[in-house]
């Protein structure tokens, strides 16, 4: 049973355009929401978090937003660069608990 | 600060050989988690710790054995390796709402 998904194992973006990555979850007792960035043969990275009780999450280049009712969440990168390349994962907390990821997306951005 | 640390990197182990992925962070949290990654999936969670001396079964845990004795380590033990346990381990410690990741053990077994 997938509680977090992420159902584009893949994305392509022109450098300089908005990436978009999308995350559906089921499990409505989730309470946080975190990506994470992963670049070949390195653990991933966190890169932004958002909780609950917010809709929207801002950092630089890299917004998250949070749709309650819909259990979607989504990270918006603009610019994006070619820096951006690598694979993201969502994850899902519930209670400061064990994180629940989603499959990840490779993003390939295109110089 | 090391933050995490994973070793070794790179382990190819014979079919019923045991090891232990080692796992240290220096951060004093109390969560620890195993993860592991196979090609194409996402981080399937193993065995995860609340504290010292309190262990938990995550989504994947059979063939994998762990201990918590101390806060800083969380040992990660196969007993029986199998080429199903081919796969890239994450050891993961987490403080608040965010979780700080160990470059990877990349482990096959043949």
């Known amino acids: 049973d997938q509680q977090v998904k992420q159902n584009s194992p893949s994305l392509s973006v022109q450098e300089g355009r908005i990436s978009i990555l999308n995350c559906d979850y089921t499990?409505?007792?989730?309470?946080?929401f975190l990506w994470y960035k992963k670049y070949p043969a390195e653990g991933p990275t966190f890169l932004i978090s958002i909780s609950s009780i917010k809709d929207k999450n801002e950092d630089g280049r890299f917004t998250v937003f949070l749709n309650k009712s819909a259990k979607h969440l989504s990270l918006h990168i603009v610019p994006s660069q070619p820096g951006d390349s690598a694979v993201y994962f969502c994850a899902a907390s519930f209670g400061n608990e064990k994180l629940t990821f989603g499959t990840g997306t490779r993003l390939t951005i295109i110089p | 600060n090391a933050g995490v640390t994973q070793t070794p990197k790179f382990r190819i182990l014979k079919i019923g050989q045991s090891m232990t992925l080692q796992c240290t962070q220096d951060m004093n949290h109390n969560y620890m988690y195993w993860y592991r990654q196979d090609p194409g999936m996402g981080l399937k969670l193993i065995y995860y710790s609340v504290g010292a001396g309190i262990t938990d079964k995550g989504e994947v845990p059979n063939g994998y054995n762990v201990s918590r004795s101390t806060t800083e380590d969380f040992p990660l033990r196969l007993e029986l390796a199998a080429p199903s346990q081919t796969s890239v381990y994450f050891c993961a410690s987490i403080h608040l709402v965010g979780a700080f990741f160990g470059q990877g053990t990349r482990l096959t077994v043949v």
């Open positions: 499990n409505s007792m989730f309470d946080y």
